[in-house]
């Protein structure tokens, strides 16, 4: 069994930066895929940064070159930088784990979530 817990969100200005956290408990986390999703009202849950096993990153092409996703097993705590914040990144941000080594795309092939941590970006 794998808890998430995130933390770090908040309301900035366009072109502000934000750091998210997800602490995970259990004992699997340095061997389990880890992901952030985003869901805006309405919305369906939208892949944002993927991070395998061995560290391997992922991104959602809208926030390529803005956002990294980074994790410390010593933690148990995976991150989100994200930088050059539009309007369009707000959100609720979830944090995900999958029992696999890799991450994945779609919101279904993770086992385990967070319950999500505001993100609001103003204009």
């Known amino acids: 069994q794998v808890q998430l817990v995130e933390s770090g969100g908040g309301l900035v200005q366009a072109g502000d930066s934000l750091r998210l956290s997800c602490a995970a408990s259990g004992r699997t986390f340095p061997s389990a895929a880890m992901a952030w999703f985003r869901q805006a009202p309405g919305q369906g849950r939208e892949f944002v940064a993927g991070?395998?096993?061995?560290?391997?990153?992922s991104y959602a092409l809208s926030v390529k070159g803005r956002f990294t996703i980074s994790r410390d097993n010593a933690k148990n705590t995976v991150y989100l930088q994200m930088n050059s914040l539009k309007p369009e990144d707000t959100a609720i941000y979830l944090c995900a784990a999958r029992s696999g080594p890799r991450s994945k795309l779609v919101d279904y092939e993770y086992d385990y979530w967070g319950q999500g941590t505001q993100v609001t970006v103003s204009s």
């Open positions: 991070i395998d096993w061995s560290s391997t990153t």
